[in-house]
Nanobody
């Protein structure tokens, strides 16, 4: 059974940092592209960043230079390091797994989703 469990969300002040983690199980983690998406109140879900099985990454323009996606294939875990946080980064952040890179980065979709973790950036 595929399972993605996010952790690390919380309340942070503007300019602060948070590191989200996503523990994966039930599939061959090292062969999947992994991504992060977010959904702010009243808005549609949007792509944040992704990492492929060799460590290549891709980011949305809104987070480029501030957010970093990384993965530890030995621990079946993907991370999202968020720095210089802004109020507009407030959202529920979702971890996603995709059998192909294009499914996450091009289609904005995934084969499996976590339940999400809330990040609130206060001013």
């Amino acid at each position: 059974q595929v399972q993605l469990v996010e952790s690390g969300g919380g309340l942070v002040q503007v300019g602060g940092s948070l590191r989200l983690s996503c523990a994966a199980s039930g599939f061959t983690f090292s062969t999947y592209a992994m991504g992060w998406f977010r959904q702010a109140p009243g808005k549609e879900r949007e792509f944040v960043g992704a990492i492929n099985w060799t460590g290549g990454t891709y980011y949305a323009d809104s987070v480029k230079g501030r957010f970093t996606v990384s993965r530890d294939n030995a621990k079946n875990t993907v991370f999202l390091q968020m720095n210089s946080l802004k109020p507009e980064d407030t959202a529920v952040y979702y971890c996603a797994a995709g059998r192909t890179w294009n499914k996450i980065v091009v289609d904005g979709n995934a084969d499996a989703w976590g339940k999400g973790t809330l990040v609130t950036v206060s001013s």
